[in-house]
């Protein structure tokens, strides 16, 4: 849970991103609504392989490499350029994230929780990553105001990075808690 927070706290709305890449002139404002169709597209196309992949590499791995995901997406929507290629990257890389993240960390839950309390541990596990992503999203938001956009997702691009180490660490005593006899 506590991976989970500090992995949502990092975690900004698509919608910004998907403003700071109308921002760079890559898309006309009539096609912002379907921005939320291809990252939706993109996550029921990779959600079962990432399932599987899951399943068979470990739930962790694909985790992170589902925040590494988000991380890449946060770099390339502040590069110096827009255009077609930046906001379907960016489209790819937050479909590619929730699909190895959603699905995934209820598993890694249901595999840390026993049986009679797995409805609330999942439910408490949604909980926090929404919260945690609401709180991320205001924060941002105030950055954005401070700062100005590219800035304000480098900024959280660092802070992911950090937190994605400590995630690391946290998620292997897990592992090992998970191991344990």
Do not use: D, H, K
């Given at each position: 849970?506590?991976?989970?927070?500090l992995?949502?706290?990092l975690t900004i709305g698509d919608g910004f991103i998907y403003l700071i890449l109308h921002d760079r002139g890559s898309f006309s404002v009539q096609y912002f609504p379907l921005l939320y169709?291809?990252?939706?597209?993109?996550?029921?196309?990779?959600?079962?392989p990432l399932g599987k992949l899951a399943d068979r590499w470990g739930r962790i791995p694909v985790f992170l490499g589902g925040h590494l995901?988000?991380?890449a997406c946060y770099v390339l929507a502040a590069l110096p350029f827009g255009g077609?290629?930046?906001?379907?990257?960016?489209?790819?890389?937050?479909?590619?994230?929730?699909?190895?993240?959603d699905g995934v960390l209820a598993a890694m839950v249901s595999?840390?929780?026993?049986?009679?309390?797995?409805?609330?541990?999942?439910?408490?596990?949604?909980?926090?990553v929404a919260l945690s992503r609401m709180a991320a999203t205001a924060g941002f938001g105030v950055l954005w105001y401070l700062v100005g956009p590219v800035t304000a997702v480098l900024c959280v691009a660092g802070l992911l990075t950090a937190a994605l180490a400590a995630?690391?660490?946290?998620?292997?005593?897990?592992?090992?808690?998970?191991?344990?006899?």
């Open positions: 849970m506590l991976t989970a927070g992995l949502g706290l169709v291809g990252t939706n597209v993109v996550f029921l196309l990779f959600a079962i995901a988000l991380l077609l290629g930046s906001t379907i990257g960016c489209l790819l890389l937050l479909g590619v994230f929730y699909a190895a993240t595999r840390l929780t026993r049986a009679e309390n797995l409805a609330t541990a999942l439910g408490t596990a949604q909980t926090v995630g690391t660490v946290l998620l292997g005593g897990a592992r090992r808690w998970a191991a344990a006899p």
